[in-house]
């Protein structure tokens, strides 16, 4: 096999590779269910919540809910990678006492974006995911 053909079988493998891991996010639930299961929480705890799921922080005002998978380039189980990818998660973080609410994206490795975010005088951050994304730990602190 001569070189521009290996060079153009390798771009094509990794052509697929990341096609493979983006088509996850697409496949999954763009919500959870319509009425969410609420967790109790100690805060400075880890919590896995499923999709659709919130967790309320004892003590504090404040929840956090798991949306839904924004993006998933993670290299799937079997699959030989170039690097390991990452995982984009939405969650709803409100306080409500004060009717306050916002929406954050947090990532499961730095090359995208932000592991962690600060509203309500806590700071929620994405510990792990599971393989399919549909659950997803995160501790508030």
Not at 26 to 40: I, K, Q, R
Not at 53 to 63: R, S
Not at 100 to 128: Q, W
Request: hydrophobic share 40%.
């Amino acid at each position: 096999m001569d070189l521009q053909r290996f060079v153009a079988g390798l771009f094509a493998f990794a052509v697929v590779a990341a096609g493979a891991g983006s088509s996850v996010a697409a496949a999954l639930p763009a919500a959870g269910p319509a009425s969410p299961s609420t967790v109790s929480t100690p805060a400075g705890h880890d919590v896995t919540l499923r999709l659709g799921q919130e967790a309320a922080v004892q003590g504090k005002d404040l929840t956090v809910r798991y949306l839904r998978v924004v993006a998933d380039s993670r290299c799937r189980p079997g699959m030989q990678c170039f690097w390991q990818g990452e995982a984009t998660l939405a969650f709803l973080l409100k306080e409500p006492g004060r009717g306050e609410s916002t929406t954050a994206e947090l990532h499961s490795g730095p090359r995208t974006g932000p592991r962690a975010t600060s509203f309500a005088a806590s700071r929620v951050e994405l510990v792990s995911v599971s393989e399919d994304g549909g659950e997803a730990t995160v501790r508030i602190s």
